[in-house]
T-cell receptor, first 112, second 117 residues
Framework: DVKVTQSSRYLVKRTGEKVFLECVQDMDHENMFWYRQDPGLGLRLIYFSYDVKMKEKGDIPEGYSVSREKKERFSLILESASTNQTSMYLC???????????FGPGTRLTVT | AQKITQTQPGMFVQEKEAVTLDCTYDTSDPSYGLFWYKQPSSGEMIFLIYQGSYDQQNATEGRYSLNFQKARKSANLVISASQLGDSAMYFCAMREVSSGSARQLTFGSGTQLTVLP
């Protein structure tokens, strides 16, 4: 079974803090994604990566950065957390040869 | 313009009945894929079904079927014989293959389905 894990299910941070969200997949997938999910807006793509050290902006990259130093790990970084970044963050991955994206369990981040 | 539109924020269905969740999409790409995901209250996203734009037949997976009407650009999910465990948020999503964003999914806003006993 494909497994995508995220470092925390729940996280509470203060405004201005630097926040790291980690995602690890165990199926050697080339493509990895970070989404945020907000009520009424569905999932919106923040960043994705199709290879180690490669990254591309999604629809809402402002205020975020990413890092992919190893194939299995994709990190989302909030350089200076703000209250409008309070959200559910979902990581996903898929193989270049497959259409199905596999999702992690999500991290519910609250910025106070 | 919205690429994926789900017009039903909430739906109710009686247990054992069938229910249709609506999804319309907008693309000029001739090659695309359509997906449905289920998200229970626990939060994980569960892949349900996939339809390719060139597939001649509607996709089916157990109790799930995708009613694909290409000319109308609709990809409705039909759940037959609803069960209490089907209560969840359902998302329709699309991947456009030719546009250079082959790796990305675009999601709709979701439909919250509640199955009544």
């Amino acid at each position: 079974d494909v497994k995508v894990t995220q470092s925390s299910r729940y996280l509470v941070k203060r405004t201005g803090e630097k926040v790291f969200l980690e995602c690890v997949q165990d199926m050697d997938h080339e493509n990895m994604f970070w989404y945020r999910q907000d009520p009424g807006l569905g999932l919106r793509l923040i960043y994705f990566s199709y290879d180690v050290k490669m990254k591309e902006k999604g629809d809402i990259p402002e205020g975020y950065s990413v890092s992919r130093e190893k194939k299995e790990r994709f990190s989302l970084i909030l350089e200076s957390a703000s209250t409008n970044q309070t959200s559910m963050y979902l990581c996903a991955s898929h193989s270049a040869n497959s259409y199905e994206q596999y999702f992690g369990p999500g991290t519910r981040l609250t910025v106070t | 313009a919205q690429k994926i539109t789900q017009t039903q924020p909430g739906m109710f269905v009686q247990e054992k009945e069938a229910v249709t969740l609506d999804c319309t999409y907008d693309t000029s790409d001739p090659s695309y894929g359509l997906f449905w995901y289920k998200q229970p209250s626990s939060g994980e996203m569960i892949f349900l079904i996939y339809q390719g734009s060139y597939d001649q037949q509607n996709a089916t997976e157990g109790r799930y079927s995708l009613n694909f009407q290409k000319a109308r650009k609709s990809a409705n999910l039909v759940i037959s014989a609803s069960q209490l465990g089907d209560s969840a948020m359902y998302f329709c999503a699309m991947r456009e293959v030719s546009s250079g964003s082959a790796r990305q999914l675009t999601f709709g806003s979701g439909t919250q389905l509640t199955v009544l006993p």
